[in-house]
């Protein structure tokens, strides 16, 4: 049975977890549209104007998606999509010399643990505090 400190830690535990995707989509990607598409350019991407749109359709849907407890799952599977493809483009450290690898590893393993998170909130509920959670009360006590 959950508690309020069960509840509220789960809370706290989904806005950390997803303010990493909010201020980097608002405070970066958003206002750096262009610069954000020029640099993915350079690392190979293709039609980066296109999938930084779609980047950042994704951050937004599955950071809201998981923070409201609204669909986690599909959420926690778009930011996971959009990790797995960053994590390949951009944090590609064992394509790097030697002496540029650790910067990059580092990025590239914080990546695999959101992904783990992503992974976690995939196979489980994300509790009780959330929109899910009370449109399914809700529903019991429209439905008795």
Same mark, same amino acid.
């Given at each position: 049975?959950?508690?309020?400190?069960?509840?509220?830690?789960?809370?706290?535990?989904?806005?950390?977890?997803? #303010?990493?995707? %909010? =201020?980097?989509?608002?405070?970066?990607?958003?206002?750096?549209?262009? !610069? $954000?598409?020029?640099?993915?350019? @350079?690392?190979?991407?293709?039609?980066?104007?296109?999938?930084?749109?779609?980047?950042?359709?994704?951050?937004?849907?599955?950071? #809201?998606?998981? %923070? =409201?407890?609204?669909?986690?799952?599909?959420?926690?599977?778009?930011? !996971? $999509?959009?990790?797995?493809?960053? @994590?390949?483009?951009?944090?590609?450290?064992?394509?790097?010399?030697?002496?540029?690898?650790?910067?990059?590893?580092?990025?590239?393993?914080?990546? %695999?643990?959101?992904?783990?998170?992503?992974?976690?909130?995939?196979?489980?509920? $994300?509790?009780?505090?959330?929109?899910?959670?009370?449109?399914?009360?809700?529903?019991?006590?429209?439905?008795?």
């Amino acid at each position: 049975m959950f508690t309020f400190g069960n509840h509220l830690l789960n809370l706290v535990g989904r806005v950390f977890l997803v #303010a990493i995707f %909010l =201020l980097s989509t608002v405070g970066n990607k958003i206002p750096n549209f262009n !610069a $954000v598409a020029g640099y993915m350019s @350079s690392e190979g991407v293709p039609a980066p104007q296109f999938l930084l749109a779609g980047a950042i359709v994704f951050l937004l849907v599955g950071s #809201a998606s998981i %923070l =409201l407890g609204f669909r986690a799952r599909f959420g926690a599977s778009l930011l !996971a $999509v959009f990790l797995i493809l960053a @994590s390949y483009y951009f944090h590609d450290f064992w394509t790097l010399p030697a002496d540029q690898q650790q910067d990059q590893m580092i990025q590239f393993l914080k990546n %695999l643990g959101l992904l783990g998170a992503m992974l976690i909130i995939m196979s489980q509920d $994300v509790g009780g505090w959330t929109v899910d959670h009370w449109l399914s009360r809700r529903k019991g006590k429209l439905g008795a």
